[in-house]
């Protein structure tokens, strides 16, 4: 797989402690929604004994004209350096890699779940979806604490109203320690709430990204409803919590 070296377009705050990342996207360069890249900072001023690599999925619908990864801000070598670049900045990117993309099952309903910032390929998917006029049922599960730490959340909303095939069902667990006014869901993600979408569990394919204990969970309450193992795909965000 090829690398390239791109230069940073500009850095972009999607939540509390949330940043995106703008890259040029190098010629020819094409990708599945989905897909994630390998960044490799240059030289920077400090790093540890994990290196100055990191996977990131591109946040980035395939249609748009930069390439964006997205990703909560820690105290890390890493992170402390990649917050600290400067546009025209230069990195490192390899890829693209995974296969935590659509199926070509067309005709059946899709459901993400998403936890925090788990939510990034869900963003590429539903916007490339929307772009290239897919009538397939989308639907999105998008859990967080507070609406202050929802990249995204106001985007994939005005993409409800592009897209009527897209549904976005945000919920907060934490939504009493907002500074906002939050009116709608509330709670953990449980069956009900899933079935109140979707009438019964089994039929759709289901994409799941977040927190392990996010995944895991589930993974175990759509097993439990009868949902087959091939239907469930999983990629787990650790060190998020």
């Not at 390439?67 to 909560?72: F, G, H, P």
């Not at 600290?84 to 693209?96: I, R, T």
């Not at 709608?184 to 990204?209: C, D, F, Q, S």
Request: proline fraction near 7%.
């Amino acid at each position: 797989m090829p690398t390239h070296r791109v230069r940073l377009k500009k850095q972009q705050e999607l939540a509390e402690s949330t940043l995106g990342f703008h890259f040029e996207k190098p010629p020819g360069f094409t990708y599945q929604a989905g897909q994630f890249v390998n960044l490799t900072l240059l030289d920077p001023p400090e790093t540890d004994a994990k290196g100055n690599t990191r996977s990131f999925t591109l946040s980035s619908a395939p249609h748009e004209d930069d390439l964006m990864v997205a990703t909560r801000m820690r105290d890390t070598a890493f992170k402390r350096a990649l917050g600290h670049l400067a546009p025209g900045a230069e990195v490192k990117l390899g890829g693209p890699f995974g296969n935590f993309i659509l199926s070509r099952e067309a005709s059946r309903a899709t459901v993400f779940v998403a936890g925090g910032i788990g939510v990034t390929p869900f963003r590429s998917m539903a916007l490339d979806a929307t772009h290239r006029k897919l009538a397939r049922p989308l639907f999105l599960f998008y859990s967080n604490r507070r609406p202050e730490d929802a990249a995204f959340l106001d985007e994939l909303t005005q993409a409800t109203q592009c897209n009527p095939s897209f549904h976005l069902i945000p919920l907060m667990t934490q939504a009493e320690k907002s500074d906002r006014v939050w009116s709608g869901l509330t709670g953990r993600l449980n069956e009900g709430e899933v079935k109140r979408w979707l009438k019964r569990l089994e039929g759709p394919e289901y994409y799941i990204a977040g927190p392990p204990a996010l995944v895991a969970a589930m993974q175990q309450m759509l097993k439990a409803g009868g949902v087959r193992e091939e239907d469930i795909r999983s990629d787990e965000f650790a060190g998020y919590e």
